[in-house]
């Protein structure tokens, strides 16, 4: 029983920071019809940012602010700094290949995503960096079910992911920028035409969606400790994995496949193998894809008759 | 008349000293010539920029070129040094050799990584250049055939692996009879050290839980993996968990999470894991094949710590480093002396005549080479991190 409540912790943990970056791809999908695979590196960039925070505040072992504190000014810092990139990337990177064919704005994706790993190695160096977060938070702050020790920062990962999620859900449904989303991802000509300012609606998307990958980087710091700026790949591709499996440019979708994902992954490692939960998990896209090509939140495409 | 003689006198006085300015000159360009003609370059591969052991090449690196700058010093020579980095990646590795073929370089140090070794030696070989690891210890580097150009100031596997195996059973680092988590990162050097050690601790009674981990895996995946191996194979029954990663931050990491699982175990990491700027956990043991320098009473190793002050903390791991470039330096040296000038063939055949004596040596052991390339002495270093982080050396072995 320990292991299986240990094994699911680990992978709500996992799984909600891969839907808060699976729930940015959507989000860019649903309304540009565009993958952004430099997403992933959005992530990155928040985690560094998260560590800069702490060290500008003392560093991990001399903190001059309180731990709470903390915590809420590196989410912040994160998500705005690094929404703002995302707005900086779709203004210079992707709207002026809006009209291109497709193929155009994936390779610049994929070019922006090496610039951002780059930058931040010619900047900060290839070494892995570490958070040092149980200096601060350490382990006895932890909640103890059946013998299993639930760190506060794991708790405090799901509660600020779920608060995300809804929060953006709120956002997308009862909002008139949400309405506006949806306006465009529906028909971006129709809600141009409507009077919906088509290039803040995207711009405001992009910062949304950057955002929680920035905060996704900071709880991932907090949570693992390790970060390097080759963090944002493997992470871009199981949240990109995320979000086709639960339906690419469906919200719901992109939080119930990250969380899918996320347990997937955690239970292979634990019940069989963690040499084969890479497998298992590209296996379970793969099926997806064949029995249910839209995802399983997806709406399957209109067929004109 | 009278004004002649002086004249003439003058212009005698004016021809002997230009002659002797001239001969002075010329001696001193011909000195400068048998100086330059001891120029040329050399390089070092490593991991110093990118991949998963940056801390460790950056350590490598600054020892090298500390090495290069000393042995230029004594040996009035002029070696430049160039600096290539893997990532400890074999496929980046083999472009940078076959860039470092390509130059003026006349031998090379590194690669550090045993998998590089098995990538580029066959190319060094075919270019009948020599090149000295500090640290690439799979012993069948050494034994394959394919590296014929391979050096290395290290003791292989074969020694590191029996030390550490018979070191945790001498000192029962485990209750006898009790259950050894032994996991590997999926790279050579590392499922090296499991295939040596477990044989001999099986033998010693314990149970053996071999297990796998994708050590290219980062971030949250890499958690996962580490969440799952420490929930379902790190049980009661087990006491020790050794850790032969080429990884200190993963190592750091997977500590950190037995830690936050509530698991209290001894963790043994092997010479990659040596990083005493990421590697911290209390109560490990950590081996590797070079010495803590800092405290050391030798003229060459007190040298090493003045000059290497410049770049910052540093581990045992650069010293090895340090070594194999003075190998390379030395050869160099000892062609010009000879009055040859530089190249792959006779620096090759200089380095397999190395013979540097162990008080001339930063590893503490006579520096020579067998046939194949292995060192003939055998060494090795234990350290174990106390309560505030710090490695100390541990004397008795």
Redo the contacts between chains.
């Keep these: 029983m ?2 299986f409540i ?2 699911l912790v ?2 709500i943990v ?1 799984g909600c ?2 839907a808060l970056i699976a729930l940015g791809y959507s989000m860019v999908y649903g309304v540009l019809k565009l993958l952004n695979f430099a997403h992933g590196d959005l992530y990155m960039v928040g985690a560094f940012v998260g560590y800069f925070a702490i060290q500008w505040f003392g560093g991990a072992t001399a903190l001059i602010i309180p731990v709470p504190l903390l915590i809420i000014f590196m989410m912040l810092i994160a998500g705005f700094g690094v929404g703002a990139l995302g707005v900086a990337i779709e203004r210079f990177a992707y709207r002026p290949l809006r009209n291109a064919p497709r193929i155009a704005p994936l390779i610049t994706a994929l070019g922006v995503s090496f610039i951002l790993e780059d930058s931040v ?1 010619l900047l900060f ?4 960096r ?1 958070y040092n977060t ?1 200096a601060f938070l350490p ?1 006895r702050q ?1 909640i103890h079910i059946d013998g ?2 639930i ?1 506060s920062v794991q708790i405090i990962v799901v509660v600020v992911s779920v608060a995300m999620m809804f929060g953006l859900r709120e956002l997308v449904n009862r909002t008139l920028f949400g309405k506006s989303m949806r306006a465009v991802a529906s028909d971006r000509e129709a809600a141009e035409m409507l009077g919906v300012n088509v290039d803040r609606t995207i711009a405001i998307t992009f910062f949304v969606g950057s955002a929680m990958a920035g905060v996704a980087g900071v709880m ?1 710091g907090l ?6 700026n ?6 871009g591709l ?1 949240a990109f994995t995320a979000a086709v499996v639960g339906g690419i440019g469906s919200i719901p979708g992109a939080m119930i496949g990250g969380l899918a994902i ?1 347990l997937c ?2 239970f292979s ?3 069989i ?3 084969y ?2 497998l298992i998990v590209f296996a379970l896209l793969i099926a997806v894809m064949l029995v249910r090509p839209q995802g399983v939140f997806g709406q399957p495409p209109l067929q004109k008759v | 008349m009278h004004l002649r003689r002086i004249f003439a006198g003058a212009l005698g006085v004016m021809a002997l000293a230009s002659i002797t300015v001239l001969g002075a000159s010329s001696s001193a360009h011909v000195a400068k010539v048998a100086k330059a003609s001891c120029s040329t370059s050399i390089a070092i591969e490593a991991p ?5 052991a ?2 460790l090449g ?1 350590e490598q690196l600054h020892f090298a070129q500390l090495a290069v700058a000393m042995a230029n010093k004594a040996n009035g020579t002029s070696i430049t040094l160039g600096k290539d980095d893997t ?1 400890l990646n074999p496929s980046l590795a083999t472009t940078r050799t076959n860039s470092i073929i390509a130059s003026k370089a006349v031998a090379a140090v590194g690669p550090a990584g045993s998998q590089e070794v098995e990538a580029v030696g066959p190319l060094y070989a075919k270019a009948g250049m020599a090149f000295v690891s500090g640290s690439a210890t799979l012993p069948a580097l050494a034994t394959s055939g394919a590296n014929t150009t391979f050096f290395r100031v290290v003791p292989d596997d074969d020694i590191q692996g029996p030390n550490d195996a018979n070191y945790i059973i001498k000192h029962k680092l485990a209750p006898a009879g009790s259950t050894i988590l032994i996991i590997d990162d ?1 790279e050579a050097y590392s499922e090296g050290l499991v295939a040596v050690m477990t044989p001999i601790l099986t033998a010693a009674g314990f149970t053996v839980n071999h ?4 050590g290219t ?9 580490f ?3 420490a ?2 194979q790190v049980t009661s029954a087990t006491h020790l968990v050794i850790v032969p990663w080429q ?1 200190a ?2 190592a ?2 997977f500590g ?1 999470t037995l ?4 698991k209290t175990v001894t963790l043994f990491g092997t010479d990659g894991t040596d990083s005493p700027g ?1 590697f911290i956990i209390p109560g490990t043991y950590v081996s590797n094949f070079g010495p803590d320098i800092s405290t050391s009473k030798s003229a060459v190793d007190k040298a090493i710590v003045k000059g290497i002050k410049k770049y910052g903390a540093y581990g045992a791991f650069g010293v090895p480093t340090w070594e194999a470039t003075t190998v390379v330096m030395n050869a160099i040296s000892s062609v010009c002396k000879a009055g040859k000038t530089p190249s792959r063939s006779n620096v090759l055949a200089a380095v397999r005549k190395t013979n540097i004596s162990a008080t001339a040596s930063a590893m503490g052991v006579p520096i020579q080479f067998k046939a194949d390339g292995d060192l003939v002495a055998k060494a090795g270093y234990l350290f174990h991190i106390n309560s505030k982080g710090t490695y100390v050396e541990i004397a008795d072995k």
Excluded at chain 2, 218 to 223: E, I, N, P, S, V
């Design positions: 320990q292991i240990s094994t680990s992978g996992v920071l891969y190695l160096g290839g070494f892995t570490n149980p382990f932890s299993v020790n760190w991932s949570a693992f400790g390790q970060i390097s080759i963090i944002g790949f493997l992470a199981k996320g992954e955690s490692s634990s019940y193998s963690s040499q939960s890479d | 110093f920029a990118t991949g998963p940056t801390q950056l990532g999926q297990q796998s981990y994708n895996d980062t971030g949250a995946t890499l958690q996962s993996d969440s799952s191996l929930t379902s990884s931050g993963n750091q990491q950190q830690q936050q699982q509530g990421q």
